[in-house]
């Protein structure tokens, strides 16, 4: 697939796409012995080799996780105030890796990792639409009543919440609590716990199970499981990156 050399090189780790575009257009990078100044040059990473002086740019090799965050933890790669963060579960393999997204310190579940910033923006842009699956256990009843409201959107910070898919699994008379699951395709702050509070259903678990094609499936909460090539296009497919 062809790809813009400048963004080749940003996501080689030469520099940022601005100052790569600086980088070409000074003459300094060739691909296969030619020099090209061009910025808006494409070429197939696979095939064409480029090289910076003596230095041959490779591209990084892509890598995707799937972890299931336990409560407890931020999602970020260090926290100034010492508390534990999802790198803590991560293998040392690859310190490239970011996190498609948030869970709140006290939300559990299907958490995607990767070196591959194009598909982070797709799953966390609203604009592409991947939807997300929670799995809710809240205080109380949840009248059909509430999840048609749900359904519809709910007023957010001034915003109507876009339209959810809501399943109402059972409620627990004994214990005083429904169990539901929610989908959803925007990821807006502290976004399934506003909502089910507005309706006055808070929250007591929140667990995400699904983002786009992908199930937390038999994943141990803190454990950690590079996805297949399967997988990864299921993903990228359900994030539009592929046809
Ligand atoms: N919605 C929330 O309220 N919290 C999360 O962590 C994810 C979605």
């Given at each position: 697939?062809?790809?813009?050399?400048?963004?080749?090189?940003?996501?080689?780790?030469?520099?940022?796409?601005?100052?790569?575009?600086?980088?070409?257009?000074?003459?300094?990078?060739?691909?296969?012995?030619?020099?090209?100044?061009?910025?808006?040059?494409?070429?197939?990473?696979?095939?064409?080799?480029?090289t910076?002086?003596?230095?041959?740019?490779?591209?990084?090799?892509?890598?995707?996780?799937?972890?299931?965050?336990?409560?407890?933890?931020?999602?970020?790669?260090?926290?100034?105030?010492?508390?534990?963060?999802?790198?803590?579960?991560?293998?040392?393999?690859?310190?490239?890796?970011?996190?498609?997204?948030?869970?709140?310190y006290?939300?559990?579940?299907?958490?995607i990792?990767?070196?591959?910033?194009?598909?982070?923006?797709?799953?966390?842009?609203?604009?592409?639409?991947?939807?997300?699956?929670?799995?809710?256990?809240s205080?109380?009843?949840?009248?059909?009543?509430?999840?048609?409201?749900?359904?519809?959107?709910?007023?957010?910070?001034?915003?109507?919440?876009?339209p959810?898919?809501?399943?109402?699994?059972?409620?627990?008379?004994?214990?005083?609590?429904?169990?539901?699951?929610?989908?959803?395709?925007?990821?807006?702050?502290?976004?399934?716990?506003?909502?089910?509070?507005?309706?006055?259903?808070?929250?007591?678990?929140?667990?995400?199970?699904?983002?786009?094609?992908?199930?937390?499936?038999?994943?141990?909460?803190?454990?950690?499981?590079?996805?297949?090539?399967?997988?990864?296009?299921?993903?990228?497919?359900?994030?539009?990156?592929?046809?």
């Amino acid at each position: 697939m062809l790809e813009r050399l400048q963004k080749f090189l940003a996501r080689a780790g030469v520099a940022s796409r601005r100052d790569c575009k600086e980088i070409i257009a000074s003459g300094k990078v060739r691909v296969n012995g030619q020099i090209v100044t061009e910025t808006g040059a494409k070429i197939d990473p696979e095939i064409d080799k480029v090289t910076i002086g003596k230095r041959t740019i490779r591209q990084p090799k892509l890598v995707y996780y799937a972890m299931n965050k336990p409560k407890g933890y931020i999602t970020s790669m260090e926290d100034p105030r010492g508390r534990r963060t999802v790198r803590d579960l991560l293998p040392d393999i690859d310190n490239h890796v970011k996190p498609a997204g948030r869970l709140d310190y006290n939300t559990e579940g299907l958490l995607i990792f990767t070196n591959d910033g194009e598909l982070i923006d797709h799953l966390t842009h609203p604009r592409y639409g991947v939807w997300k699956t929670y799995w809710i256990e809240s205080r109380g009843v949840v009248t059909e009543k509430a999840a048609e409201r749900l359904r519809r959107g709910v007023m957010l910070d001034g915003r109507k919440t876009s339209p959810a898919k809501v399943v109402i699994i059972g409620h627990d008379a004994q214990k005083n609590k429904t169990q539901l699951t929610v989908e959803i395709h925007e990821g807006r702050k502290h976004q399934v716990r506003e909502m089910m509070r507005i309706v006055g259903a808070p929250v007591l678990t929140l667990r995400r199970i699904k983002v786009g094609p992908i199930s937390l499936g038999k994943l141990k909460v803190g454990e950690t499981r590079l996805l297949g090539k399967v997988e990864v296009d299921r993903l990228k497919r359900a994030a539009g990156l592929l046809d």
